[in-house]
C-alpha cells in the first residue's frame, strides 16, 4: 500500500499534467512503452526525464509546437501517471534532496570520473574565452587587412 493519500496522488497528478514537462515526461514513458513498475526505477525515470527536458528547450526550432502537442496529449496519459505515483517505490520522486547521494545518468555506459564533473561555471567560462580569443583574433586580422587597404 502506497503512503500517499488518494488526495496525494490526484494532486500530484494534476501537477504533472498542469506542466508541459510533465506531460512530456508522461509521453515518453507512454510512447516508449515502459511501464509504471519500471518508470519508478532512477535509471529509466531520470533518462525520461532528460528526453522531455531536452525535446521542450526553448532553444528548439519546433518548441512551441512541442509545448503544444504535450499539452494536448498530457491528459491522455494520466491512467499511467495514476498507476506510477501509485507506487510504494515512486516515493523518491518527492523525498528532500540528498546532496550526499546523486544518480548518474548518461546515453554511454561509461563511469563518471572526476574530469566529467566539471562546474558548469568553468566549462563556460573557458568556451567563453575560446569565442572571444576567435572573435579578437577576426578582428585583429580583419583590422590588419583593412590598415593594409588604406595604406596602398
Known amino acids: 500500500m502506497n503512503a500517499h493519500s488518494a488526495w496525494d496522488i490526484d494532486g500530484k497528478v494534476e501537477e504533472l499534467l498542469a506542466s508541459p514537462a510533465g506531460c512530456a515526461f508522461l509521453i515518453v514513458l507512454q510512447e516508449s512503452g515502459v ?13 525520461a526525464a532528460y528526453r522531455a527536458i531536452d525535446d521542450l528547450s526553448i532553444w528548439r526550432h519546433d518548441f512551441q509546437e512541442t509545448v503544444k502537442y504535450a499539452l494536448l496529449n498530457g491528459r491522455k496519459v494520466s491512467k499511467l501517471a495514476h498507476a506510477i505515483l501509485e507506487l510504494p517505490e515512486v516515493g523518491w520522486w518527492f523525498a528532500p534532496m540528498d546532496r550526499t547521494t546523486q544518480t548518474w545518468a548518461a546515453s554511454r555506459h561509461d563511469a563518471p570520473t572526476l574530469p566529467k564533473f566539471k562546474p558548469p561555471i568553468q566549462a563556460t567560462k573557458r568556451r567563453a574565452a575560446e569565442i572571444l580569443g576567435t572573435a579578437h583574433e577576426q578582428i585583429r586580422v580583419r583590422h590588419l587587412h583593412l590598415h593594409k587597404f588604406r595604406g596602398q
Open 35 to 47: 511501464s509504471a513498475a519500471d518508470a519508478v526505477h532512477p535509471g529509466i525515470s531520470l533518462q
